[in-house]
């Protein structure tokens, strides 16, 4: 089985006459590479314009001697935040034909493996491609299972807005995992009987294309687990916020419960009739009375707040 990484007449046409096997995978092809091939295969001319229009849903489209199959991997874009890869996937009983804008370190290093050792049966070749594609979600989770779970420690330590916008990016990210990978799933259970009826492919590798299904599975359910543990980050998120606003609002209740009494006591004093404060004729019986009313009257509030658990730190 060949590998081409490039749109190459002459190749194609040779292994064409000598009825080869052959994987085809371009990355970045131009409306004219895709013109070419479609003409050289005699694909349909819905074929072609699905091959030119990217960010589509995954599906699997059956023409026959021939299938179309949009199918996503994920990998690490270049700002370190996980992203998706669309790969348009051309099979039949003579080729594989794999698409894809950009760059995808999973199928080149499955060109190498394929170089360095016979592929087998032309449905193990296919196998291989679907299968590196949904293998290439399980990092991305791991790593997202790894920001999850820091972000849960760092949310008890000491919460932040920064959080809380980490929570929103990562639970709009694991929505579009899902909107992909849930479709993708019920098309592997599809696909398997698809390809495998498809003229020229051995049917001895359909527990293979099982396999793909059981990961995608996987896939789903973990994605799933991993959108309840952010909700439980935002839960975890708001609760601390909460109860740090509740201590906040505890003291400060403490704080205007003791200057109450006080307020009282010098507005009702600070009256101006006479015979409210005649008796008070010396600086003795000012502290005493004066001062010693106030100062007794927060001493009666400190007891009693001490008493009833409000001052303690889990109160």
Same mark, same amino acid.
């Given at each position: 089985?060949? #590998?081409? $990484?490039?749109?190459? $007449? ?37 074929? !072609? ?5 990217? $960010? ?10 021939? *299938?179309?199959? /949009? ?7 270049? %700002?370190?935040?996980?992203? &998706? ?5 051309? =099979?039949?009983?003579?080729?594989? =034909? ?11 290093? &499955? ?13 193990? /070749? #296919? ?15 791991? !790593?997202? %299972? $790894?920001?999850?779970?820091? &972000?849960?420690? %760092? ?18 990210? +694991?929505?579009? &995992? !899902?909107? =992909? /990978? ?33 990961? +995608?599975?996987? =896939? ?9 543990? /952010? ?13 740090? *606003? ?41 502290? #005493?009375?004066?001062?010693?009313? +106030? ?15 409000? *001052?303690?730190?889990?109160?």
């Amino acid at each position: 089985m060949q #590998v081409l $990484e490039a749109l190459d $007449e002459s190749r194609l046409d040779e292994l064409t006459h000598q009825d080869e096997f052959f994987w085809l995978d371009i990355a970045g092809p131009t409306d004219e590479q895709i013109d070419a091939l479609a003409d050289r295969f005699g694909w349909h001319k819905l074929v !072609r314009e699905d091959l030119k229009e990217f $960010e589509q849903r995954p599906k699997i489209d059956n023409y026959g001697d021939y *299938m179309l199959l /949009v199918f996503y991997g994920a990998h690490f874009g270049a %700002d370190g935040d996980p992203a &998706l890869t669309e790969v348009h996937i051309i =099979v039949s009983g003579s080729y594989i =034909v794999t698409l894809r804008h950009k760059g995808c370190d999973e199928l080149e290093h &499955l060109h190498a493996r394929f170089q360095q050792r016979p592929a087998g049966s032309e449905q193990f /070749v #296919v196998y291989r491609v679907l299968d590196t594609l949904t293998d290439s979600f399980f990092p991305v989770l791991e !790593r997202l %299972d $790894e920001t999850i779970d820091q &972000l849960e420690d %760092d949310i008890v330590q000491h919460p932040t807005d920064e959080q809380l916008q980490r929570i929103f990016r990562t639970k709009r990210l +694991l929505v579009t &995992l !899902r909107r =992909v /990978v849930t479709p993708q799933r019920d098309l592997a259970a599809r696909a398997i009987e698809d390809i495998k009826d498809l003229p020229g492919l051995d049917p001895d590798q359909t527990n293979y294309f099982r396999d793909i299904y059981d990961h +995608l599975i996987r =896939v789903s359910d973990t994605i799933d687990s991993y959108r309840d543990l /952010v909700s439980g980050a935002m839960d975890a998120y708001l609760s601390t916020v909460s109860n740090r *606003m509740n201590v906040v609002m505890k003291q400060l209740t403490i704080i205007a419960t003791i200057f109450l009494p006080l307020t009282f006591l010098t507005g009702f004093f600070g009256q101006n009739f006479g015979w409210l404060v005649k008796n008070i004729s010396s600086f003795w019986v000012f502290l #005493v009375f004066g001062l010693g009313s +106030l100062a007794v009257s927060c001493a009666i509030l400190l007891w009693y707040f001490r008493r009833a658990g409000f *001052m303690s730190s889990d109160g």
